[in-house]
C-alpha cells in the first residue's frame, strides 16, 4: 500500500474512529489487537463528539488508503498498574497534581500492549521543560542538543520527560500543516502532530493517564494515530514517513529497526526492507560512540544471534562488524540462510560466556583465525584498565586469551 504524507493523512482525518469489538474466542493477545484497515466507498455518518478533551471526537477518521484513527482502553490489552515501575508513577503524579497532561509514549507502550515489562519509560507533557525541571527541584535536569528532554533522577533511575513544545530540529515529520481540522480537539491534534516525529509507527502509541490519586488512574487509553496496533498484529516494523526520507533523516533509524525487529521478532514491509538494505552504507556517518551504543544494544538482552542475522541479511554487518562479516563469506552463508553455524552458536550462548555491555563488544568474541574468547572469569574492572581491550569496533585484538581449559 503506497505511503501517504502526513499532509494529507491529517486532512482527510476528522478524529478518532472506534476499535471493532474483539471476539471473544481470540487465538492469541495479539490477534484481537486492532481492527482491520477499511476502505472507505462513501462518507459514513460521523458520531457527536465527546464533552470532555480527555475522551476526543469520535469521528470518523482515515482516507480512502490510510489507517483509521483509534483509541482504546489500556486494559484490553491485560495491561497492570503493577506494570509501571513507581518511579514512573511518581513523575506522572507529581506533573498531573500540577494540572498539566501526561503521557506515556514510544516503546513502553508498545511493550504494555504485548504484555511485556517496559526496560524504560518516556513521558511527554504538556508542560515545557522548564515547568518540568521546577516540579522536580534538584532532581532534574535538562540535556540534549538537537532534541533537549529532562531527565528525572529518582531512587537510582532515570526517568525521561519531553514536551509537546520541544521538536527535532530540520525533522521531516514537524513540517505539519499549521491549521487543525475543525472536528479536531487541540489536545488530540498536539498528540498526532507529536506522533508524526516518531521513528517508527509501533513507538507512535499514546498512553494517556488521569491520575485521581497516587498509583490511582481513571482513565487509561491508548491512542493510536499511525495504525501501530495493527503494525504490532502484523509484526511489522514500519516507517512513519516514507521509509527514504526517514533513513536519509537520521540513519540511526536503520539500526534501531533491526534492533527493534530482532528483540520482538518482526519484520519490515518491502518499502523499509528496501530501504534497510540500500542505504546500510550510510551507518558509516556515525561517530563511533553512536555506533558502539547501537551495536552493544542490539547485542543485548538476549537478542544477539537475532541481531547478527538481520545485521548480515540487509547488508550491515560488513560496515559494523567486519571480521564477523568475513566469517559467513568464508563459510559461505547466504544472506536468507536460516541454519546456524558456530558463529551464530556462540552469540546465541553469549551471556553465559561474556558480559553483555561495552566489554563484550570491545572484545572480537570470534573471528575466521581466532577462537573462541572466555572472559567470564575476568572481573570488569580489570578489563576496562585493560588498554589492548580498548580497541575500536572490528578491530582484531593483538593479544589472544585462552580459554580455561588451554584451547
Not at 236 to 258: G, N, Q, W, Y
Not at 267 to 286: D, G, Q
Request: proline share 5%; charged share 20%.
Amino acid at each position: 500500500m503506497a505511503l501517504r504524507s502526513p499532509e494529507l493523512r491529517f486532512a482527510a482525518s476528522t478524529g478518532l474512529g472506534a476499535l471493532s469489538r474483539p471476539s471473544r474466542l481470540a487465538p492469541s493477545p495479539l490477534a484481537a489487537l486492532a481492527s482491520p484497515r477499511r476502505r472507505r466507498r462513501g462518507p459514513s455518518p460521523s458520531p457527536s463528539p465527546s464533552p470532555s478533551d480527555s475522551n476526543p471526537s469520535t469521528a470518523s477518521a482515515g482516507d480512502a488508503d490510510g489507517p483509521e484513527w483509534k483509541k482504546v482502553s489500556a486494559k484490553r490489552f491485560g495491561y497492570k498498574e503493577s506494570m509501571i515501575p513507581d518511579e514512573a508513577w511518581n513523575v506522572l503524579h507529581q506533573l498531573r497534581s500540577r494540572g498539566y497532561d501526561v503521557y506515556l509514549v514510544g516503546g513502553c507502550v508498545r511493550d504494555l500492549i504485548m504484555k511485556k515489562i517496559p526496560k524504560d519509560f518516556d513521558i511527554i507533557t504538556t508542560a515545557d521543560l522548564r515547568q518540568v525541571k521546577d516540579t522536580f527541584v534538584g532532581s532534574a535536569v535538562i540535556v540534549g542538543r538537537r532534541f533537549p528532554i529532562v531527565h528525572v533522577h529518582d531512587n537510582n533511575s532515570i526517568v525521561e520527560v519531553s514536551s509537546f513544545n520541544t521538536y527535532v530540529r530540520g525533522s521531516t515529520g514537524n513540517q505539519m500543516p499549521t491549521s487543525k481540522s475543525p472536528h479536531c480537539s487541540k489536545n488530540d491534534y498536539l498528540r498526532w502532530k507529536n506522533c508524526q516525529g516518531r521513528d517508527f509507527t509501533i513507538n507512535g502509541l499514546v498512553f494517556l493517564y488521569m491520575i485521581t490519586g497516587f498509583h490511582t488512574a481513571s482513565c487509561e487509553k491508548i491512542y493510536d494515530y499511525l495504525g501501530g496496533i495493527e503494525d504490532i498484529k502484523k509484526a511489522k516494523v514500519r516507517t512513519v514517513i516514507p521509509a527514504a526520507t526517514s533513513f536519509h533523516e537520521d540513519c540511526a533509524r536503520i539500526l534501531r529497526a533491526i534492533r527493534i525487529a530482532a528483540r520482538l521478532g518482526f519484520s519490515f514491509p518491502k518499502e523499509t526492507a528496501y530501504y534497510v538494505r540500500n542505504l546500510a552504507c550510510s551507518v558509516a556517518r556515525l561517530d563511533k560512540g553512536r555506533l558502539l551504543m547501537e551495536v552493544n544494544y542490539m547485542l543485548a538482552y538476549g537478542s544477539a544471534e537475532a541481531s547478527l542475522r538481520l545485521l548480515w541479511r540487509f547488508g550491515l554487518l560488513e560496515h559494523l562488524l567486519p571480521f564477523q562479516a568475513a566469517y559467513f563469506s568464508s563459510t559461505l552463508f547466504k544472506r536468507k540462510d536460516n541454519g546456524t553455524n558456530m558463529l551464530l552458536q556462540s552469540y546465541h550462548h553469549q551471556e553465559l560466556l561474556v558480559l553483555y555491555n561495552l566489554i563484550y563488544l570491545q572484545c572480537i568474541i570470534i573471528s575466521p583465525t581466532k577462537e573462541i574468547i572466555d572472559i567470564s572469569a575476568i572481573g570488569a574492572s580489570k578489563l576496562l584498565s585493560m588498554k589492548k581491550f580498548k580497541t575500536d569496533i572490528g578491530v582484531p585484538m593483538k593479544t589472544k586469551l585462552t580459554t580455561s581449559s588451554g584451547r
